[in-house]
């Protein structure tokens, strides 16, 4: 079965740009239909979505974070990855990617383990 | 934007027991509904999607209801395993998450 695994630096200092990344097993990254997201949740506080793109490559990002926040496909590598720039002490939380379906389902049912992320110099 | 109220925020129950838990959303969303269990250090795992469609694998004990801007998730008989926190999600448009009810042993 499809599985999803979060990688990156566990610490990112202040102002500069986090790099995460989060690589496909179990089925190749293109086949089907399907929004790949990012979500994040802060220790000790609930999930917030960050943002998602498409099979085909279409993006879309959380409102309060659109201008930090690039998300893109490498099918080669069958991965995806998020980039954010500027980062604050506030980007502090465990990273989780997670599949949504965009055609035959729109519910998010394939989720990685997380990656902690922690922001400070 | 699309705004999820969970209720209640903390929730003490005894094994055995009946619970629900609520969710609110701030304008229709049809039944772009899912619900999610997470234990601590550990990742979401999703219960119930389309508000009342039980994910395979998941126990019958868990079920959910609604359509528009009201929903709950009932668990029919508590089991030990099934104290955790839980959240619902509207998907009608783009994602957004309610702000967690956290199931404990009373």
């Known amino acids: 079965q499809v599985q999803l695994q979060e990688s990156g630096p566990g610490l990112v200092k202040p102002s500069q740009t986090l790099s995460l990344t989060c690589t496909v097993s179990g089925d190749s990254i293109s086949s089907g239909s399907y929004y790949w997201n990012w979500i994040r949740q802060p220790a000790g506080r609930g999930l917030e979505w960050v943002g998602r793109?498409?099979?085909?490559?279409?993006?879309n990002y959380h409102p309060s974070l659109k201008s930090r926040v690039t998300i893109s496909l490498d099918t080669s590598k069958n991965q995806f990855s998020l980039k954010m720039s500027s980062v604050t002490a506030a980007d502090t939380a465990v990273y989780y990617c997670?599949?949504?379906?965009?055609?035959?389902?729109?519910?998010?049912?394939?989720w990685g383990k997380g990656t902690t992320v922690t922001v400070s110099s | 934007d699309i705004q999820m109220a969970q209720s209640p925020s903390t929730l003490s129950a005894s094994v055995g027991d009946r619970v629900t838990i609520t969710c609110r959303a701030s304008?229709?969303?049809?039944?772009?509904l899912a619900w999610f269990q997470q234990e601590p250090g550990k990742a979401p795992k999703l219960l119930i999607y389309?508000?009342?469609n039980l994910q395979s694998g998941v126990p019958s004990r868990f079920s959910g209801s609604g359509s528009g801007t009201e929903f709950t998730l009932t668990i029919s008989s508590l089991q030990p395993d099934d104290f955790a926190t839980y959240y619902c999600?509207?998907?009608?448009?783009?994602?957004?998450f309610g702000q967690g009810t956290k199931l404990e042993i009373k």
């Open positions: 997670a599949r949504g379906g965009a055609e035959d389902y729109y519910h998010m049912d394939v």
């Open positions: 793109t498409h099979t085909r490559g279409s993006t």
């Open positions: 999600q509207q998907y009608e448009t783009l994602y957004t």
């Open positions: 389309k508000a009342s």
């Open positions: 304008q229709s969303i049809s039944t772009w």
